[in-house]
């Protein structure tokens, strides 16, 4: 069953161009189910780009999914046009009084500066707040996660050396949760970042169990025992070339970034990579919208 999106939003054209079934509203209209409603709060600078990540994801699995994307208020993008954000995104304030089955929070590429200093940070929190109430299962991803870690449960951050770039093998500690149904006991999953959070961190809050860990990039996957609340501080919903455009932003920027780690062929960046996640990729958000969000959310509208 397929995700029910706009039909001029960019990401419906790529999704059907790879096969991807997607639905119309009219269509949707005609089907006797109560659709899915997730909203995605999308904190990423190029939010075409996170919306196609992540709507691919969510377009693998027997449910309808009615999406909702969700912007900043409090925040003017420098890097998506104002066009794109007044046809296809609304605020928290225009929803806050609504309920939704599952809200999945970006990253954003602010985790250098204090959570505190992030100019939309009192709205984020607010939204949050909400999602404890008014949403069945949250999803955070990577700074997403940490800003949901901090402000939930007081997780401190730090920072790093050096960026932490590259695709990365994690095995399961054993913890018990749906979310990891049909995982292998060791895989490979993206990270990029700055900033970290330890695992014993999360452990003494006393809700948060870690799920998936990697001796080199530390935790991918953590979430209470009730599923409302899901963290995955690192990125498979990435594309196969995500990290080298990474790569070679920054390289352009002239930053000191390495060469993402165990992602190109021989580690050369002219080589080109592969996706090597993309099954788990998949599998996190199925479990995720199964056991998380439909299993429990209640059928009433």
Known sequence: MPVTMPYDLPARAILESEQIFVMSEERAGHQDIRPMRIAIVNLMPVKVAAETQLL????????????TLLHMASHVSRTTSAEHLDAFY?????VRDQHFDGVIITGAPVERLDFEEVDYWPELTRLLDWTRTNVQSTLHVCWGAQAALYHHY????????????????????????????GFDDQFVAPH????DMHAADIEASGDVDVLAVSDEAGVLLAATADGRQIFVPGHLEYDADTLAREYRRDRKKGLPVPVPAHYFPGDDPDQVPLNLWRGHGHLLFAN???????QETPYAP
């Open 288 to 294: 995720w919208l199964n056991y998380c969000v439909y």
């Open 56 to 67: 691919r994801l969510l377009s693998n699995t027997p449910l309808q999914i009615e999406i």
């Open 154 to 181: 007081g997780v401190q951050k730090y920072e790093m050396d050096q960026k932490l770039s590259g695709v990365y093998t994690h095995r399961l500690t054993g913890a018990i949760s749906p979310i990891t149904t």
């Open 192 to 195: 990029s970042r700055y900033t």
């Open 90 to 94: 609304t605020t928290f304030d225009e």
